[in-house]
């Protein structure tokens, strides 16, 4: 269901233009107005969910199926060295529409604009820590 201010809804049903790279039953694809890299895609379900903590498994299922075919019309179509595929879920990790979304961002080389600013800590953590930290998780899920 649409729901009310939400852009993303408005763009599934055509209330606000974007360009369509690809459409089915239950996701639509178009540009990132932002481009960080040429052919940067959005994949969204149409069915409004605010981010990955609010999605069920059915909407998230269908999503991910997708973005596969999505991501080689990419490969073919522009050849990029590589793809990152990302989703932020909350203000403080980048998110700033509310309705989930998979970023696709072809990679063309280490200076074409996409910068993760990826650091590693793994020196940081022993075996016995990562054990803990990875029962702690399981634990919750
Ligand atoms: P995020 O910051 O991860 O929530 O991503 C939201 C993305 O939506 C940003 O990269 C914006 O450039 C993009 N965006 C916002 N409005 C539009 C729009 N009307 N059409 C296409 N992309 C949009
Ligand atoms: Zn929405």
Redo the contacts with the bound molecule.
């Keep these: 269901m649409e729901h009310a201010d939400c852009?993303?809804c408005k763009?599934v049903s055509g209330e606000?233009?974007?360009?369509k790279v690809y459409e089915d039953d239950a996701v639509y694809a178009?540009?990132?107005?932002?481009?960080?890299t040429k052919g940067?895609t959005?994949v969204i379900p149409k069915k409004h969910t605010k981010d990955i903590y609010e999605t069920s498994d059915e909407i998230a299922g269908d999503l991910f199926a997708r973005v596969p075919k999505i991501a080689k019309g990419i490969k073919e179509t522009f050849q990029p060295l590589g793809i990152n595929m990302?989703?932020?879920t909350g203000e403080a990790?980048?998110?700033?529409?509310?309705h989930l979304?998979m970023?696709l961002i072809p990679r063309y080389g280490k200076e074409d604009g996409f910068n993760p600013l990826w650091k590693t800590n793994g020196d940081a953590y022993s075996q016995d820590d990562l054990l803990t930290i990875s029962k702690e998780i399981n634990s919750n899920i």
Excluded: C, E, K, T
């Design positions: 852009i993303f763009i606000i233009p974007s360009s178009f540009l990132d107005l932002s481009q960080v940067h959005l990302l989703s932020n990790a980048g998110q700033s529409v509310f979304h970023h």
